[in-house]
């Protein structure tokens, strides 16, 4: 048995602490609840988290830390939901001072996520600046796309992360607290940790609940303790907005409306 922070003790746990989006086999389709919290339930959460489930150990009690470089166009087709731009967004990620970087591709469509991404060398993000591709090269898929669709730096978002992992019905689950959300414009591959940026969330966590199929029992648990409805909030586009990168994203009726009147 593992003893959990709060003195209770959950069920030594086999399953792989990969992200279910990034889990391979017949567990079925991904999906991903997010909520935006106080910072009391926040705490909460994070005490019933360590009560039911057991912290990642990518770091110290599931305590790391998290930044993306995300792309985007120079009109900014993936924030505004451009045709062929909606449903994927493709990021650098680096967890703390950990030498290797992820290249990542993320799909969604609705709750239902899934990734693909492959490591690097921090040294190798330079080849990415390219305008030809090494078939050879193991981001080979991901540059080819960043070219195909013509896509840069745009933001650069870091923040601190609580991880927890879990079984539930032999499928994994995982539970994310993040905190104090700092971004930037980005306009390079660097992804250094973002120092001086805007806060994006000030006195919120965002919470991030991961699952197969359907939601786990032990998740309905919590969720009935949660606010009402989930958070359609994507750190992406938050940060592009908060750093007046591009103007808010109109509603289609909006739209039409212009289009009417022009």
Known sequence: MMETAIGESVPELKFDRTSPGLAKGSQGPAFELKFKLTLAEAEFVEAWARAHLAPDGHGAD??????????????????????????????LRRYGEALPVFLERKSRLGDRVRKKRVEVTRDELCRLAEAQTDPAWAGAWFHQRILKRGLRPSVRVSYERTAFFGGAAETPVRLTL????????????????????????PGAVLLEMKYHIT???????????????????????????????????????????????S
Request: glycine share 4%.
């Open 62 to 91: 599931g305590f790391y830390h998290v930044t993306s470089v995300y792309c985007d166009t120079p009109r900014f087709d993936v924030y505004h939901r451009n045709p062929g731009f909606k449903r994927r967004k493709f990021r």
């Open 178 to 201: 993040d905190r104090n959300l700092f971004g930037a414009a980005a306009h390079s591959w660097d992804i250094a940790p973002v120092r001086d940026g805007l806060p994006l969330l």
């Open 215 to 261: 939601v786990p029992e032990m998740f309905r648990d919590l969720l009935s303790r949660l606010p009402a409805q989930p958070a359609r909030l994507s750190k992406y586009r938050h940060c592009v907005l908060q750093c007046g990168l591009a103007a808010p994203r109109a509603l289609p009726f909006l739209q039409d409306l212009r289009s009417a009147s």
